[in-house]
């Protein structure tokens, strides 16, 4: 119930195409969903969140949508630039009763953009 | 500036050494953590802290070992008891009872055994 699941594992776009990474969760708790951005040798970089009380947020070419009642949530990369090649997690976080908190994260998505 | 800094870039060690990582940072967060990243894997969680000298067990923990004597510092012991412990390790830290909180990585240590 504490897992989040992400598909697919690699995918691959040619430029200027629109990047679709889909994520699925069972816990009904969870209250943040991040998307980290990796690339190769570094490490991960928050790229952009949403909390469930809404359905859609955009920030310039990334727009995360987020199904609440399906208890999915997924990535649109659009206008998708070689740049943009890099590894995607998504995640999730569930608030324990002291105030702390879990990150639990989606297993990645490697994603190319070729020219 | 701040953030986290992981080192070193690159260790090599041999069978039967412990190999420790070092991990600081200067965003005055509070909660600390060590995961582990292997080729074309998401990340697994080796140990967490949300405080000073107190840490704990996250989901692979055998073979490792943490200290947290300093809010600043979480360095990681790989021990000889990992079996197979090449893979890059990635230390993270956030700000405790926030509501958005962010996870800010170091670069990472890519440990290869040789």
């Known amino acids: 119930q504490q897992q989040v699941k992400q598909s697919p594992q690699s995918l691959i776009v040619q430029k200027g195409g629109i990047s679709i990474i889909n994520c699925a969760y069972e816990?009904?708790?969870?209250?943040?969903f991040p998307w980290y951005q990796q690339f190769p040798g570094k490490g991960p970089a928050l790229l952009i969140a949403i909390r469930p009380d809404v359905s859609e947020k955009k920030e310039g070419r990334f727009t995360i949508s987020f199904n609440k009642s399906a208890k999915q949530f997924s990535l649109h990369i659009m206008d998708s630039q070689p740049g943009d090649s890099a590894t995607y997690f998504c995640?999730?976080?569930?608030?324990?009763?002291?105030?702390?908190?879990?990150?639990?994260w989606g297993a990645g998505t490697k994603l190319i953009i070729k020219p | 500036d701040g953030g986290i800094t992981q080192s070193p870039k690159y260790l090599f060690r041999k069978e039967g050494q412990n190999v420790t990582l070092s991990c600081e940072q200067n965003?005055?967060?509070?909660?600390m953590y060590w995961y582990r990243q292997d080729p074309g894997q998401g990340l697994r969680l080796i140990y967490y802290?949300?405080?000073?000298?107190?840490?704990q067990k996250g989901d692979i923990a055998e073979g490792y070992s943490v200290s947290r004597e300093k809010k600043e510092s979480f360095p990681l012991t790989v021990t000889s008891a990992q079996k197979n412990p090449t893979a890059f390790y990635l230390c993270?830290?956030?700000?405790?009872?926030?509501?958005?909180?962010?996870?800010?990585f170091g670069q990472g240590t890519r440990l290869t055994v040789v």
């Open positions: 802290s949300q405080i000073v000298n107190d840490f």
């Open positions: 993270a830290s956030t700000a405790t009872g926030a509501l958005n909180t962010e996870a800010f």
């Open positions: 816990n009904t708790a969870f209250d943040y």
């Open positions: 965003l005055n967060h509070d909660a």
């Open positions: 995640a999730a976080l569930i608030h324990s009763m002291d105030s702390n908190y879990q990150l639990i």
